[in-house]
């Protein structure tokens, strides 16, 4: 097995390789793990496959979790592994540092994560920790420091994700909640204008999902 041949694979169920890297005793991995690999969605393709999913369309809660679970289910068995989860805890599993961890992901200047191919649109859905030793690929190198316009910076109508602060929940929300939010409830504005998320392929209608499951709706 090689990291490219997991990511086709991955990438048949939805998913994508989004970074990898060989863990040690200080990260917190499953024992057994000397393969450690982030999985995020395949965009664009991601959003048609979970949405006709049986797990979108059941009506019952936390349809991406399930559905997550059943895919990496398929990619975990065949190999050994142990599939890691970021929304199983506590103890929750210490996923950003391993995003940061696997020379694909940095702290961006608004302290999101960026990834060098999806930009700040980088989510994970699961962790596959493997028993196999697989080959890395040499380390992404970070947009951020060739990015001249910085859009990031001030793409938030009410600096809620802004440089040199913590992330305002409550004004995020708030403002997702007025009459004013309408863009905002499409998908956040600060990781749209990211460069490199604009060419990721993610569709508005996954951003929509996502904002309205952060509202609690």
Not at 16 to 29: C, L, N, Q, Y
Not at 114 to 131: E, N, W
């Amino acid at each position: 097995m090689t990291l490219d041949a997991l990511d086709a694979s991955a990438r048949k169920v939805g998913l994508a390789v989004r970074g990898a890297f060989h863990p040690s005793s200080e990260d917190d991995a499953p024992e057994s793990a000397q393969t450690l690999v982030m999985l995020g969605p395949d965009e664009p393709r991601f959003w048609g496959i979970f949405s006709t999913s049986s797990e979108y369309l059941d009506g019952r809660p936390h349809p991406l979790d399930r559905w997550s679970k059943r895919a990496t289910a398929s990619l975990a068995v065949p190999l050994g592994g142990t599939a890691v989860f970021p929304y199983d805890g506590p103890p929750y599993a210490p996923f950003l540092n391993w995003a940061q961890r696997s020379s694909a992901c940095w702290s961006s200047p608004v302290g999101l994560l960026v990834h060098d191919t999806a930009g700040l649109f980088i989510s994970f859905r699961a962790a596959l920790a493997l028993p196999q030793r697989l080959d890395l690929p040499a380390p992404a190198i970070s947009p951020c420091p060739t990015c001249e316009d910085r859009p990031c910076e001030s793409a938030c109508p009410v600096g809620a994700l802004a440089p040199g602060k913590d992330y305002d929940v409550p004004t995020c929300v708030a403002r997702m909640q007025s009459i004013d939010g309408a863009a905002c409830r499409e998908g956040c504005l600060v990781r749209r204008a990211c460069p490199v998320s604009k060419s990721f392929g993610r569709l508005p209608e996954q951003s929509a999902f996502h904002m309205r499951a952060f509202l609690g709706e």
